[in-house]
């Protein structure tokens, strides 16, 4: 099993700019999430996913959109890409079974608003 | 009421001593308190977990001590190693359409050998 993967590693973007982020994991589970990492922040949840198909804002959803077609594959977009946006984005994943709160994380990608 | 506190920001131990790192928390809902270490370049990972009607647990070095009254949990890394040398995120989260997890802030220890 490869866990949680995520694609692209690095990437540098202009202002104005769009890209998708993409997360795929094959333990077949109901739950994901996209995160960002800054520094003295820790974790802060962007969006969420419940099923196939559907998706939810976190905590700080403005400037993000996100889609879930397939189970295993949560894409986190941005439209238009800002400096603020500057971050360590990490996806993770949960079974989304009762009383099993642990979150399986990728390696992240780094994303650089120029 | 969402907030997860942690301290301290950094920490910096000798081999052999003992870790100590502390989370506050306010909402009485979260019914799941993880600790996640996290090594430069990597995703965090799960390290140790507690639900709030135990009040210690421990694997091998590593011991979450949980005090639901003050809602407060602290992880203790005893006889620290060099290899422990990582960020510790202590969260919380409550299964309420989907596991929400709530991070702290992060502690960034040091071990000197």
């Known amino acids: 099993n490869a866990g949680v993967t995520q694609t692209p590693k690095f990437r540098v973007l202009k202002t104005g700019q769009s890209m998708t982020l993409l997360c795929a994991q094959d333990?077949?589970?109901?739950?994901m999430y996209w995160y960002r990492q800054d520094p003295g922040m820790g974790l802060r949840l962007i969006h969420y996913?419940?099923?196939?198909?559907?998706?939810a804002k976190g905590e700080v959803p403005d400037g993000y959109n996100v889609s879930r077609l397939k189970k295993q594959n949560f894409l986190l977009g941005l439209e238009s890409a800002a400096p603020s946006q500057t971050s360590v984005y990490f996806c993770a994943s949960n079974p989304g079974l009762a009383g099993v709160g642990t979150q399986y994380f990728g390696p992240g990608t780094r994303l650089t608003v120029l | 009421q969402q907030q997860v506190k942690q301290s301290p920001q950094s920490l910096i131990v000798q081999k052999g001593g003992i870790s100590i790192i502390n989370c506050a928390y306010e909402n009485t809902a979260f019914d799941y308190f993880p600790w996640y270490q996290q090594f430069p370049g990597k995703g965090p990972a799960l390290l140790i977990a507690?639900?709030?009607?135990?009040s210690e647990k421990k694997e091998g070095r590593f011991t979450i001590s949980f005090n639901k009254s003050a809602k407060q949990f602290s992880l203790h890394i005893m006889d620290s190693q060099p290899g422990d040398s990582a960020t510790y995120f202590c969260a919380a989260s409550v299964n309420t359409g989907g596991f929400k997890t709530i991070f702290g802030a992060g502690t960034r220890l040091f071990v000197k050998a």
């Open positions: 996913s419940v099923g196939e198909g559907t998706t």
């Open positions: 507690i639900r709030p009607d135990v």
């Open positions: 333990m077949n589970h109901e739950y």
